[in-house]
């Protein structure tokens, strides 16, 4: 009696086992690892609508993307992630050996200029290089692009960050050169440059988030910034405008990619496929202040219609090949004045 209770006891086992083992590979089936360096808004908006849609959970590890960039790679014989989901195009061109090539079931809905063309990196936001102005304090001063900053009522009153250490005061350095001069290497755009940085009077800030809080906060007049925290500036009433530049604004994409070797790879896809869903990119562009690149996306009225801006596009191959020698223009200048 006992060695038959032993063996029953044993299959009893066997069979929990096995069953244990069926929901566990049953949920890893329906999980997706996500590394991000996008803001809390983002995630907290799309990454519960992405769960509620498809049943899968998502395990978030939030850093900025050089560090995320570094992890990928190290972890490239087996991997942990299955998506990067942020970073600008720009820098994570530069590793296309560490992910995927997939092009979403949406590409075609994308606007032209920002698809997938590369075959690994699909462009789902873009942000603008943009002026913020305060209008309980900028007074009469006209401000309507980066000539009018050159204006010496603004000496001193112009809030910008470090192309050095701020990647958005780099792109506004790119997007003045291109706009002022025509490309990256023409006298006139660096005289502009240099003459700009006399205006700033020696007041730079400490990080590219002091720029727009200053403006809103009405410690300066005006200040050189991005697109996505002004428009929530805009949205939640505070007294700022956005203008952008009369003589052009670049806007800068932001992609989603598949990590190559990614464990939960038809989930991965999925993923990319919502994220440049009508529902998802709606959502970036009413509930958000992220520029959505969904040719039909939907925007609040905190967001202005791409076709009423100057849009300038920026030689994204020479910029990333020749941004040391940008800067160390740029040190000469700062220096110098």
Not at 53 to 65: D, N, P, Q, R, Y
Not at 262 to 273: R, T
Not at 276 to 281: I, N
Request: a negative charge; charged letters at 25%.
């Amino acid at each position: 009696m006992k060695k038959l209770l032993s063996s029953f006891l044993a299959i009893v086992l066997v069979l929990s086992l096995v069953a244990c083992s069926g929901n566990s590979k049953q949920e890893d089936e329906k999980k997706l690892v996500v590394y991000s360096p996008n803001s809390e808004d983002m995630i907290n908006v799309l990454i519960p609508m992405f769960e509620k849609e498809t049943g899968i959970k998502v395990e978030l590890v939030s850093a900025g993307t050089g560090e995320l960039l570094k992890r990928i790679e190290s972890e490239a014989d087996n991997p942990y992630a299955d998506v990067l989901f942020g970073g600008s195009k720009a820098t994570v061109l530069g590793y296309p050996d560490l992910f995927q090539k997939y092009v979403s079931t949406n590409n075609d809905a994308m606007l032209e200029g920002h698809k997938n063309v590369e075959g690994f990196l699909t462009p789902y936001v873009a942000d603008g290089s943009v002026i913020l102005v305060n209008t309980d304090i900028i007074g009469d001063i006209k401000v309507e692009g980066y000539e009018d900053l050159l204006n010496p009522a603004l000496k001193g009153k112009i809030a910008a960050a470090d192309p050095i250490s701020s990647s958005s005061a780099f792109a506004q350095l790119t997007n003045q050169l291109l706009a002022m001069g025509g490309d990256y290497e023409s006298e006139k755009g660096w005289k502009y440059v240099e003459e700009l940085v006399k205006n700033l009077d020696g007041k730079v800030a400490s990080s590219s988030g002091n720029v727009h809080k200053s403006v809103a906060d009405g410690e300066y007049p005006v200040g050189l910034t991005y697109e996505d925290p002004s428009a929530a500036y805009v949205r939640d009433g505070a007294p700022v405008k956005i203008v952008y530049p009369k003589e052009g604004t670049v806007y800068l994409d932001a992609g989603v990619e598949i990590i190559k070797g990614a464990k939960h790879m038809e989930n991965a896809k999925k993923f990319v496929d919502f994220v440049t869903s009508k529902e998802a990119q709606d959502s970036l562009g009413t509930q958000l202040t992220n520029r959505p690149l969904r040719a039909d996306a939907k925007l609040g009225d905190h967001m202005t219609p791409l076709d009423q801006i100057n849009i300038i596009k920026e030689d994204e191959e020479y910029v990333k090949n020749n941004r040391d020698k940008i800067i160390e223009k740029y040190k000469e200048i700062f220096t110098s004045v």
